[in-house]
């Protein structure tokens, strides 16, 4: 994974809400390869916010046919990059990206026959669109179910978007609506979505039987739900993908405990990247390895902190460690020790981990 930034340019700033705006990057022509990317996966931006380097991940909202790199940012109260790329970014100005990258996609297959369900709640809608987009447009026998969720109608995100696709393809994308602050007619679409909601969904909408892949991108109680709703109705694991655009702060009970029990102990952590090996000293179960090695001066790869994105991904080469929380590495990378360095604890006296593996 490369942890190398690019400087692009701001293309076009355009409102899709009051408090979201797509942000236009120019790609120059050489960096087209190494900018090129899949539907639902993101860019990770960078810049310095009052004096202090600040990066966030945004998902890519245009979809890899387009031919344009468009980010939707939902402005989040006192948030640091939300708002300083709602309020103060201009069209013309440089920000630092890193290339796309992610697994929250299903393969593309021109021959598919597939019946695809999405559920996105604000600004959740940015990978879903560019996914469901996608499959529409490269699978002429694809469908599309997308339960959206908003406070208010004036709140939709890229609603003009999903109305001209939905014009496009008639007769292949349906969407659903959910309004919490406002009223619908219709009950099922009046509030939250819940499992009450998901057993009417797949009582009356579609059928689990029937649906061959599964995408969800929001707020985590939502996603876990979801996720959950369909494990219970035998839904297979490998046909739900999600994305996480933050976490709670569930391990903090974790953390507390693995500080207690090691502390005292000393930790040689030995981190190998690009080539070349650092080494320094810490106290066990006190840090995360990623935050350690940034605190001794190393330039290691990371986006959200949160275990959701993956670009903190190293492999374990030798040691223990105690990992907080992981939405994003699959079975198989964690049995082949892959672990997130952002949630790792490290609980041995030795530790070393291969970034370039
Ligand atoms: C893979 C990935 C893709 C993402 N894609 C998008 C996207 O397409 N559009 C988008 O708008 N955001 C997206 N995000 C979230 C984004 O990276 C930032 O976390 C978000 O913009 C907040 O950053 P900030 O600097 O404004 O807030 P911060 O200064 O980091 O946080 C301010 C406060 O807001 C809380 N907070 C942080 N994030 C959220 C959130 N998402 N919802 C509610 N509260 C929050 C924090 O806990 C804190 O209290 C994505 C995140 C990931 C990991
Ligand atoms: S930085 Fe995103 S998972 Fe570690």
Redesign the pocket.
């Known amino acids: 994974m490369s942890n190398k930034f690019y400087k692009l340019k701001v293309s076009g700033i355009e409102k899709s809400t009051i408090d ?1 705006s797509i942000i236009s990057f120019d790609i120059p022509l050489d960096l087209y390869e190494q900018f090129s990317f899949k539907q639902g996966q ?1 860019l990770t931006l960078q810049t310095k916010i009052d004096g202090k380097e ?1 990066r ?6 245009s979809s890899p046919l387009d031919g344009e790199w468009k ?15 709602n309020e103060v970014l201009k069209v013309g100005d440089e920000l630092e990206v890193m290339p796309p ?2 697994n ?1 996609y299903a393969e593309i297959d021109k021959t598919n026959q597939k019946n695809y369900v999405a559920f996105a709640a ?3 809608i ?2 879903i669109f560019s996914i469901i987009k996608t499959h529409l447009l490269e699978e002429p026998k694809a469908t599309f179910k997308l339960f959206y969720i908003n406070p208010k109608v004036v709140s939709i995100i890229l609603k003009e978007e999903l109305e001209a696709l939905k014009n496009q393809f008639m007769s292949r994308f349906e969407v659903f609506y959910f309004l919490t602050r406002e009223h619908r007619s219709v009950p099922l679409l009046k509030g939250r979505l819940s499992e009450e909601k998901m057993e009417m969904i797949f009582k009356t909408i579609c059928d689990t039987n029937q649906i061959d892949e599964y995408f969800s ?1 929001g ?1 985590e109680p939502m996603i876990l739900m979801i996720r959950d709703f369909l494990l219970k109705n035998n839904v297979g694991k490998e046909k739900i993908h999600f ?4 976490t709670t ?1 569930s391990n903090i009970e974790t953390k507390k405990k693995v500080a207690q029990t090691f502390k005292g102990k000393v930790a040689d952590i030995t981190i190998l990247e690009g080539g070349k090996s650092m080494n320094f000293k810490i106290e066990q179960g006190s840090d995360n390895i990623l935050d350690a090695a940034l605190k001794n001066a190393a330039d290691l790869p990371f ?2 902190k ?1 275990g ?2 993956c670009t903190c991904r190293a492999k374990l080469i030798e040691g223990n460690v105690e990992v907080l929380v992981n939405y994003g590495l699959e079975e198989e990378e964690i049995e082949q020790g892959y672990i997130l360095t952002c949630q790792s604890i490290p609980t041995s006296d030795k530790v070393v981990v291969d970034f370039d593996s």
């Open positions: 979201c993101y600040i966030r991940s945004y998902s890519l909202c980010v939707g940012i939902k402005k989040i109260e006192d948030g640091k990059f939300s708002t300083f790329a990258n992610g929250f604000g600004s959740g940015t990978p991108c707020p994305e996480l655009f933050n702060g986006a959200c949160g959701v994105c």
